[in-house]
């Protein structure tokens, strides 16, 4: 058996840490957010954007509701407070969404099909839920290590020392 609640946990964690993020990206001018810094998605404000990306493409998978998502690599918003506002509405889905979660459904497989069309896999669901925060975790990490850089520092990540957290 799978249990769910630790899935709820990083659901929490995952909206914690994205208000905690934007409020800190918010620190810099749009230039700086927009400047390529050689990360990955070049810019702290296209790797908020791919963040926001990836989250709506594997809800959509999970939850059959239609996200607004277009091609990898591709900003969904120019805007910094449509980005914001929009990412801070997906954590809320994707809490609302965890605490739905049943040990039968994470049991599961899914079977989906690529954004381009051209390949299906299918996998354990427990494993793409935990890809979900595991991608979520390591994009906010490099987002973490570019406002660093810019002398800007976003407070403790650690889950087991965050105030909120702590039970």
């Known amino acids: 058996m799978i249990d769910p609640k630790p899935y709820r946990k990083f659901a929490a964690y995952n909206a914690a840490m994205t208000a905690r993020l934007y409020d800190t990206c918010a620190q810099m001018s749009d ?3 927009k400047a390529d810094r050689g990360a990955f998605f070049k810019s702290v404000h296209s790797t908020l954007n791919h963040l926001l990306f ?8 999970f939850t ?3 996200y607004e998502f277009g ?5 969904l918003y ?6 914001k506002n929009a990412h ?3 954590a809320g889905d994707i809490e609302a969404w965890a605490e739905t979660l049943t ?3 994470l049991l599961g497989d899914l079977r989906w099909t690529n954004i381009a069309g051209t390949v299906t896999s299918e996998q354990p669901k427990w494993l793409l839920v935990s890809h979900l925060f595991n991608h979520q975790t390591h994009h906010r990490g490099q987002i973490t290590t570019l406002l660093t850089q810019a002398g ?3 407070g403790v990540t650690d889950l087991p020392f965050i105030p909120e957290f702590q039970s």
């Open 103 to 105: 040990p039968e459904w």
């Open 88 to 90: 801070l509405e997906m």
């Open 152 to 154: 800007l520092d976003i």
């Open 54 to 61: 990836a989250d709506r493409v594997w809800m959509s998978r």
């Open 31 to 33: 230039e700086d957010r």
């Open 78 to 83: 120019d805007d910094f407070s449509e980005l």
């Open 71 to 75: 091609a990898m690599g591709v900003d």
């Open 64 to 66: 059959g509701k239609a």
